[in-house]
Nanobody, 128 residues
């Protein structure tokens, strides 16, 4: 079983930046042929997709709400995926989750159920 551990969350002022990291581990796991995603959930709201990356080719998909501000990237050798968050806004406040789909094909951000393994989340709070 793959295990995911997120880190990098915290509290920042609007306009600030944070970089979230997700480390994947597990017997037989290879980040080179998977789909890694970042999702978030704010109190009272449904979980939404933020960004995802196809680790085999590096193709990315980013939600319109964070386009131009957030960047998803990977380091296959380290089994890690990152979410660089810039120009943070109060509406970005949420619990951020890392997830993995253990197949090379990546679904759209509207299909979180297709990601089979999830981390426990890291809190991001942006103050105005």
């Amino acid at each position: 079983q793959v295990q995911l551990v997120e880190s990098g969350g915290g509290s920042v002022q609007a306009g600030g930046s944070l970089r979230l990291s997700c480390t994947a581990s597990g017997f037989g796991f290879s980040l080179s042929a998977n789909c890694m995603g970042w999702f978030r959930q704010a109190p009272g709201k449904e979980r939404e997709g933020v960004a995802r990356i196809a680790t085999a080719g590096g193709g990315t998909l980013v939600a319109d709400s964070v386009k131009g501000r957030f960047i998803i990237s990977q380091d296959n050798a380290k089994n890690m995926v990152y979410l660089q968050m810039n120009a943070l806004k109060p509406e970005d406040t949420a619990m951020y989750y890392c997830a993995v789909r253990r197949l090379s094909t990546c679904p759209g951000l509207g299909f979180p159920a297709l990601f089979g393994v999830w981390g426990q989340g890291t809190q991001v709070t942006v103050s105005s």
